[in-house]
């Protein structure tokens, strides 16, 4: 009987540790608000929200526009799917679309492989598989000789050597301030690729630059023209997690290969 009990037991916590279901949503209208789903709450300053680790079955949805009074402007229910990204978006005057379910598989805790598109992974990962054949050659950098560096050690933004040229973390925090006084998005990518001149980034710190964006197209504009001032071309692929639809980061996917 205490076998029965302990398998039971067991059976109960893999199944508790492997909830397999996500949910992202986008809020398109500008503002400052707060989404819940069941008994998680979660606020954004890019208004995209990513929910982790969801069992299947029905949740409600609440979005609260926080700039007047915590205003509910969305109240429903949603289906979510075991093995299933379920993708949101809400548009103008608060109607709530969903535009995929993507079906993954889920590794461990902190990864997943979509199926069917790119990797997705959360930074930094070494697990995370590399993109592309390692044999493509950009701007003279050549990616195999980047194999025998450690990306995660402790030296800043993975301790790749470079020219003098990568762009320190104040250079990167005044560059993201200066950003963020700017109106719209469009000047902000003016902004940036203007005081990336002759300077070299890290991935870790082109993450830092895309997360200030809410507009995927935007975002992966700035993406597109950072890969080739990027000293560590084989860890590009962790951006593909910055985007919320997956057609965005399939692009990326497909620019890098063709570099």
């Known amino acids: 009987m205490k076998k029965v009990s302990t398998l039971a037991i067991s059976i109960f916590l893999c199944s508790s540790i492997f909830a397999a279901a996500e949910f992202f949503l986008k809020i ?59 993708v949101a978006e809400i548009e103008s005057y608060f109607n709530l679309r969903i535009i995929d379910r993507i079906p993954f598989v889920q590794r461990t805790w902190y990864i997943d492989n979509l199926l069917n598109g790119p990797p997705v992974c959360n930074y930094p990962l070494p697990n995370c598989p590399p993109i592309g054949n390692g044999n493509n050659n950009t701007s003279g950098h050549n ?17 790749y050597g470079n020219n003098g040229n990568l762009m320190d973390d104040a250079g990167l925090q005044s560059l993201i301030e200066t950003m963020k006084h700017v109106t719209f998005e469009e000047k902000m990518i003016e902004v940036a690729k203007t005081a990336l001149k002759g300077k070299q980034l890290a991935t870790a710190q082109v993450h830092q630059l895309l997360i200030q964006f809410a507009f995927e197209k935007n ?21 593909y997690n910055d985007f919320t639809f997956s057609s965005y980061s399939s692009e990326l996917d497909k620019y890098i290969n063709s570099r």
Request: net charge positive; aromatic share 16%; proline share 4%.
């Open 143 to 159: 990616h195999n000789d980047d194999d025998d560096r450690d990306p995660y050690n402790n030296y800043p933004y993975g301790g």
């Open 28 to 86: 398109n209208p500008r503002g400052n608000y707060t989404v819940s789903l069941n008994n998680q709450t979660m606020t954004s300053t890019t208004n995209i929200y990513r929910f982790f680790d969801l069992y299947p079955g029905n949740y409600r949805l609440k979005v609260y526009d926080n700039r007047y009074g915590n205003r509910l402007v969305i109240n429903r229910t949603i289906s979510i799917a075991e093995g299933f990204r379920t």
């Open 219 to 239: 975002k992966l504009e700035l993406a597109k023209y950072c890969y080739d001032i990027t000293t560590d071309k084989r860890n590009y692929y962790t951006l």
